[in-house]
């Protein structure tokens, strides 16, 4: 698959930013079970002990905490659909970002600064101050100007990449759920 040029991503920054700054849409739920395992969810579980229930994110460790072990401010990633879209070319590969909640939110630093608590379903996340970058798998499944583009100044501001969150409030996700500031 052909990836997007640089120009072609920057032709995406206005439906990008378009994105409803609150009242914003949960459009896909992605449970990693294992390395480079994706499973689409209609409905799931936020707790404190897995993030998304079913997800192997407490198995994975972090060069960001001092014994290595999983870091509980990034417990769920969280990437805005339209630029995913893009990205992606084709929405059957969405799920190879990465990320376990795909919205349709302005996840910029200006309207989700870090703390920001969201209700998703009966669950609450907030948002944290860990940033979120892309990988090599990243670069890889999307592209190398994908890459540069969402870890640019810009993309960094607009968080295209995307956010890291943990729960405050453990509670069931559905897609479409309505995702509201509080």
């Given at each position: 698959m052909e990836h997007l040029t640089h120009d072609q991503l920057m032709e995406t920054l206005d439906d990008v930013?378009?994105?409803?700054?609150d009242g914003g849409t949960l459009e896909l739920i992605v449970q990693r079970p294992g390395e480079d395992q994706r499973v689409v969810l209609d409905e799931a579980e936020l707790n404190f002990e897995e993030g998304l229930a079913g997800d192997s994110w407490n198995q994975r460790g972090s060069g960001r905490t001092?014994?290595?072990s999983p870091h509980p401010d990034m417990q769920l990633?969280?990437?805005n659909a339209r630029i995913l879209r893009h990205i992606a070319r084709d929405p059957g590969r969405m799920p190879l970002a990465g990320d376990q909640l795909i919205v349709d939110l302005d996840l910029s630093?200006?309207?989700?600064?870090?703390?920001?608590?969201?209700?998703i379903g009966d669950a609450v996340i907030e948002i944290?101050?860990?940033?979120?970058?892309?990988c090599a798998k990243f670069t890889q499944r999307?592209?190398?100007e994908a890459h540069r583009f969402v870890n640019s100044d810009l993309g960094?501001?607009?968080?295209?990449?995307?956010?890291n969150a943990r729960v405050v409030t453990p509670g069931t996700i559905r897609s479409g759920d309505v995702i509201k500031k509080i």
């Open positions: 930013r378009a994105s409803p700054a001092e014994d290595g990633n969280i990437m630093e200006e309207n989700l600064p870090a703390w920001t608590r969201l209700a944290t101050d860990q940033p979120h970058n892309g999307f592209g190398r960094k501001q607009l968080k295209l990449r995307g956010v």
